[in-house]
Every structure is written in structure tokens, then in C-alpha cells.
């Protein structure tokens, strides 16, 4: 327990995607009407790939959107919606979504509408989030306080430069929509992945400084999230 969060940590990427597997399984199992905030990039996409490959039935969920580049339409390879969709909602026959942004111009009334949907719902039962190598949850860039609201944000170049390798040469985005980090830190449940040696340092400023608007994440201390890393990202053994 690393002030406040549970870290686990896996053999490696597999072992990890095992593990989350089998705990957003069974978070879904126990309520099956979850709402599950749900994360793109690479990290999850194994564990969402287990979960398929399970046969978990997911037709009860609600997937919340997480983020989504602005001024991206829905066919555009670029789109979170379209990704979350193909990996997530698509493969686990997920039977309702909330989306941040989906055919709305109007950035602030997109953010007001994507409030209402989550109060609906009551709030989020389980965060799955990846770490950005800035420390972002999802497009909550530094510095960035643990309140900070569902709105409108300028990627910071770390962000820019990560997200272009998944975009191969079309131009990233430069401003997104992202769920507050006040949507993110009051799930029910908060589990984190972070796979790879790239996000060793990160990870370690993450669980082991003090809080701190300069890594979002740092948020989590002191919430009961929990983190699964593999061990090239925390080569020690837990705890932190
Ligand atoms: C994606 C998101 C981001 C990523 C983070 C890590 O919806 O919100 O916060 O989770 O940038 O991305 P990967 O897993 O590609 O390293």
C-alpha cells in the first residue's frame, strides 16, 4: 500500500492484462449494470482483448467515454469515440454508452451534457485508466488540481508527442475534451495500468511524491485505487 493505493505488480504485460481481466470481470459479475469509465491507448487493449477472448458479457454496462480530440469527426482513424468503440464496446457487446462529445459543437455544452449523463447514472463504479507520460489521466494534463472539471484542454507537447505515434504522421489534435479529474478520482473503483520501462519514472513520481498538480495521477494516493504495473514500469516488488 503506497500512500492510499494498492499496487500490484505482474511478471509482465500478459500477466498484467490477465490480472485486470479477471478484476473488471468480476467487478462486472458482482453488477452487472456497472459503469465503467473506460480508457484507450495501448495499455489496456490486451485486457480488453482478455475480456473478449473470455466471453465476458458486458450487455448490462454503461462504457463511459474517458476523453476525445476535438474537431475529430466519428470516422476519423483519430477518434477515442471510434477506438473505445472497436476495443471495448463493439467486442464486449456493451449495451450503453455515454459519450463526451459525440455529434456535439458546442465544447462547454458537450461538457454540461456528458455531467447530466454521468449524475444520471450515479456516478462512475470502476475508472479503468492508463498513465500518461506526464502523468495525465486522461486528458487531464499537468499541472492540473484533484477538482479540476470535465472541460476543454490544450495537450501539452509530451502528450502530442506520444499521441503521434498512434496517428502515424497525421497530425495530433492539439485540444481534447476530458472527464474531470473530479469524475475520475469519485469512481467507486479506480484501477490503473501501467506497462512498459517508459513509464518507470513517472509511475515513481505518481505513488511516491507527495500529491501534486504537476502529476495529475498523484491524485490517486489516499483514493484506494488500485495499480497494477508490470515489472519493467516498477522493477521493485510492491510496496511502493
Ligand atoms: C486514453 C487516455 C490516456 C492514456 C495515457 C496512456 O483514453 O485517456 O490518458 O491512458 O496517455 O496511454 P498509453 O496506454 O498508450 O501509454
Redesign the pocket.
Given at each position: 500500500m503506497a500512500g492510499g493505493v494498492k499496487l500490484e505488480v505482474l511478471e509482465d504485460a500478459d500477466a498484467l492484462a490477465r490480472r485486470a481481466a479477471d478484476l473488471i470481470g468480476d467487478a462486472v459479475r458482482a453488477n452487472p449494470a456497472l459503469s465503467v469509465l473506460v480508457?484507450?491507448?495501448?495499455?489496456?487493449m490486451a485486457t480488453y482483448a482478455e475480456l473478449a477472448r473470455r466471453g465476458l458479457d458486458a450487455s448490462g454496462v454503461t462504457a463511459v467515454q474517458?476523453?476525445e480530440y476535438l474537431g475529430v469527426g466519428e470516422d476519423d482513424p483519430r477518434s477515442?469515440w471510434g477506438w473505445m468503440r472497436r476495443a471495448f464496446v463493439e467486442p464486449l457487446g456493451v449495451g450503453k454508452v455515454v459519450r463526451l462529445g459525440g455529434g456535439i459543437f458546442d465544447p462547454d455544452t458537450a461538457c454540461r451534457r456528458y455531467g447530466a449523463e454521468v449524475s444520471a447514472l450515479g456516478g462512475i463504479d470502476l475508472a479503468v485508466?492508463?498513465?500518461?507520460p506526464n502523468g495525465?489521466?486522461?486528458?487531464n494534463e499537468p499541472p492540473c488540481g484533484r477538482g479540476a472539471p470535465t472541460r476543454v484542454v490544450t495537450l501539452t507537447p509530451e502528450?502530442l508527442a506520444?499521441n503521434a505515434g498512434y496517428w502515424e504522421g497525421r497530425a495530433v489534435p492539439r485540444r481534447a475534451l476530458t472527464a474531470g479529474m473530479d469524475v475520475i478520482l469519485s469512481a467507486r473503483q479506480i484501477l490503473l495500468l501501467v506497462s512498459g520501462e517508459h513509464k518507470r519514472g513517472v509511475l515513481a513520481r505518481t505513488l511516491r511524491e507527495p500529491p501534486t498538480p504537476g502529476v495529475p495521477a498523484s491524485w490517486l494516493q489516499g483514493t484506494g485505487a488500485t495499480v497494477l504495473a508490470d515489472r519493467a514500469a516498477w522493477p521493485g516488488t510492491a510496496p511502493a
Open positions: 480508457a484507450t491507448g495501448h495499455t489496456p474517458l476523453d477515442l485508466l492508463g498513465l500518461g495525465h489521466l486522461g486528458f502528450s506520444s
